[in-house]
């Protein structure tokens, strides 16, 4: 998809798969479905989600973000950042859902993901990203 298309075309639509599984996960936390079979589809959504958008991430940091003369270095500062915040959000998910209750976790989850769709829309592309047509 990104070969054909260019990391800069797909770069928003990535996030917007990324950031899919939190929907899932809401819709589940309210409904609360018994059904396994709808449970394990809201998983499988977010395999793919997580996978297909980790994929634009992980190419923009190695096409934007490290390309140079210290790529490793650069590449490997990218990515620890990107751990990092997933380490500290995780650390206080569950105070937070705590504090705001399941249903409503979910909720604020979603609300604090606009900054990262609007980043995403408007980040500068540095290097040129050109699709492989075939």
Known sequence: YIARRGLRRTLFTLCCIFNLPFG?????AWF????????????VVEYFGYGFGFV???????????????QMAHYAFASGIMNLSVMLAGAVSGYL???????????????ATVPAFLVTWF???TYDDKPNDK
């Open 32 to 43: 609360q479905p018994s059904s396994m079979w709808l449970v394990g589809g809201g998983i």
């Open 56 to 70: 634009g991430l992980t190419l923009f940091m190695m096409q934007q973000v490290a390309p140079g003369k210290h």
């Open 24 to 28: 899932v996960y809401a819709l589940l």
């Open 123 to 125: 980040v500068p592309f």
């Open 97 to 111: 859902s705590d504090a705001l209750g399941y249903g409503m976790f979910f909720l604020a989850v979603m609300l």
